[in-house]
């Protein structure tokens, strides 16, 4: 993953496959993931303990300016080549001392999330899970983290995280640039893809797939239970970069009964989820999806990251349930192994928020007009809720709310979740007006008002 880039949605591609179409298993499964609306993406490695791009500097094809308008290995005053080397030698140092993931996993629960994902490999190839197929692993002893206890990260991070009662979504890249199965050493390295031409090799090509193949069923069979396979690296894929998909899915869920796949960007029967990175659709997709975007500016960690405020966060979230989507939140661990102040701070606003509003967020559906103004709405069994959020630069709502996209059916109630009492509200010029406790609001960052039976406008 990269804050550089955007999944592209095109929901008119005929080989995406709606849900009705899916098998009885799978759709069942998919409506239990988008029931769940919140989770975790912890993007971490030894790159943490640079302050450049994770993975992505390694390819001169895309790679960008910092800020300063340096590249990163100007930055830091190498050359590519010896950039590359530096940092495929961060494994030598990465001791993440204070890993505790079970703090984490607490954090993450009381946010009110429901799952976590966690990059288990990301592209530059090193193995955050014990492995046989590569030395390039946290638990080789080139790492000096191999000893501690908790060494086989993934494991430790999926084990702490379903002792809370979160659902696990493992992080794979099909892609390897420290694999000489796709990189070859032998040639120039130009861009993300396998630096040969896999047709006229194909041995070698063969090797690397039979790599790839190893190291998810190591993952699939020593981690405990997954529940989604969440594969990254969308130029993997046929003709020419073929890992021979339908054997792997039926591999994998050979060992993972139930295992929801997302093979983002390719499209076809592997891709049961949609994936759009740093931003929100304007409108619902159709199908199960995911909008992944990063508490602070960057997927991994960086000193002094600038973070979105909490009332953003909720604002994302209420769109994101409103448009039918779950919202997976980013974040960096440090160098130290522990997550950054700033992002439990945000963790536990949210939390406090749910505590108060997760009625009118988690097992929600869509509801048309999706939204209105300032407003979201969601629908769960006979309720409608409409998530009041505040006017940019203010943190009050009004004191009087109109709505016209959805209305309370005559002579019912309606409350503001964290209230007992029903508010008032009265028809005004075909829409419905609601008085707002502007003084004993139970929240801050949005409101929700329940309607327990609704109608649509005239």
């Known amino acids: 993953m990269t804050e550089k880039r955007k999944d592209i949605i095109d929901a008119s591609r005929p080989e995406e496959i709606a849900l009705q179409d899916q098998p009885q298993w799978l759709r069942e499964r998919l409506e239990w993931f988008m029931d769940m609306k919140l989770g975790l993406i912890l993007h971490w490695g030894p790159y943490c303990q640079w302050d450049c791009c994770e993975s992505w500097p390694l390819v001169p094809a895309d790679t960008w300016a910092r800020p300063d308008g340096l590249q990163c290995w100007e930055q830091r005053g190498r050359d590519l080549p010896r950039f590359q080397r530096d940092y495929w030698a961060l494994n030598r140092t990465f001791n993440p001392a204070g890993f505790d993931p079970a703090q984490w996993a607490r954090a993450a629960r009381e946010a009110g999330m429901k799952y976590v994902a966690f990059t288990t490999k990301h592209h530059d190839g090193f193995c955050m899970f014990d492995t046989r197929t590569t030395d390039y692993r946290v638990t080789h002893p080139d790492c000096p983290f191999h000893s501690h206890p908790r060494a086989n990260v993934a494991k430790e991070v999926f084990d702490a995280f379903r002792a809370e009662g979160l659902a696990v979504s493992c992080y794979f890249s099909k892609s390897d640039w420290h694999s000489p199965y796709y990189w070859n050493p032998d040639f120039p390295i130009r861009d993300r893809n396998p630096n040969y031409n896999t047709q006229e090799h194909p041995e070698r090509w063969s090797k ?153 967020i988690y097992g929600t559906r869509t509801i048309a007009p999706y939204t209105e103004g300032d407003v979201r709405y969601t629908k ?78 005239d």
């Open 380 to 457: 769960k069994g006979p309720h409608v809720y409409a998530i009041i959020l505040p006017a940019e630069g203010r943190d009050l709502p009004p004191a009087k709310v109109r709505l016209s996209g959805i209305l309370p059916a005559k002579g019912s109630k309606a409350f503001l979740l964290g209230r007992d009492k029903p508010l008032e509200w009265r028809m005004v010029d075909g829409g419905a007006e609601f008085d707002l406790p502007v003084e004993e609001l139970p929240c801050r960052h949005g409101w929700v008002v329940k309607m327990t039976d609704s109608a649509l406008p």
């Open 208 to 360: 690397f797939v039979e790599f790839v193949h190893r190291q998810i069923e190591e993952l699939m069979t020593g981690c405990g239970r997954i529940d989604v396979l969440w594969l990254d690296g969308g130029q993997v894929r046929p003709p020419h970069q073929d890992i021979r998909m339908p054997a792997l899915a039926k591999m994998a869920r050979s060992h993972q009964e139930g295992l929801i796949i997302a093979d983002r960007t390719v499209g076809g029967p592997y891709e049961n989820i949609i994936t759009p990175e740093q931003h929100i659709p304007d409108a619902p997709l159709g199908r199960p999806w995911e909008s992944c975007v990063t508490m602070s500016d960057s997927w991994k960690y960086v000193p002094n990251d600038t973070y979105k405020p909490a009332g953003a966060l909720v604002r994302m979230l209420s769109d994101v349930a409103a448009k039918g989507g779950n919202l997976l939140l980013g974040a960096g661990p440090t160098p130290e192994g522990t997550l950054d102040a700033p992002a439990l701070e945000r963790m536990a606003e949210l939390g406090r928020w749910l505590a108060v509003n997760g009625e009118a």
